[in-house]
């Protein structure tokens, strides 16, 4: 298994909700940001949602705010996504990232690196996710 491993991916009907998982067995994760990304065929790797690993703050792609929820479990290296109301334009498969942030680096900065794929140097093998109209 690589270091990064997702889960719960599926294919649900629009309206619909999924919960995705992804763990790591990175041993140190202060300063660094997990992800969440997703490809659909013929379309480049856009960003979905992050959450710091220092402090918990979480992003969201403009996309998903209001309906995806990011979360983590300290005790557990586990970030998930709550997938809530998901549409088909939302199938693809979705990936997960880890990548160093920083752990003082100004909110604003790191609001504008965890969109960026190149920041993160760890990625899962990823998970489909098949939306139904």
């Known amino acids: 298994q690589g270091l990064l491993v997702e889960s719960g991916g599926g294919l649900v009907q629009a309206g619909g909700s999924l919960r995705l998982s992804c763990t790591t067995s990175?041993?140190?994760?202060?300063?660094?940001?997990l992800a969440w990304f997703r490809q659909a065929p013929g379309k480049e790797r856009e960003f979905v949602a992050a959450?710091?690993?220092?402090?918990?703050?979480?992003y969201y792609a403009d996309s998903v705010k209001d309906r995806f929820i990011i979360s983590k479990d300290n005790a557990e290296n586990t970030i998930y996504l709550q997938m809530n109301n998901l549409r088909p334009v939302d199938t693809a498969m979705y990936y997960c990232?880890?990548?160093?942030?920083?752990?003082?680096?100004?909110?604003?900065?790191?609001?504008?690196?965890?969109?960026?794929?190149?920041?993160?140097?760890?990625w899962g093998q990823g998970t489909q996710v098949t939306v139904s109209s």
């Open positions: 990232a880890c990548g160093f942030v920083g752990a003082s680096t100004s909110d604003h900065i790191v609001e504008v690196m965890v969109e960026d794929p190149a920041e993160y140097d760890y």
């Open positions: 959450i710091a690993w220092s402090g918990a703050k979480p």
């Open positions: 990175k041993q140190t994760l202060g300063g660094y940001a």
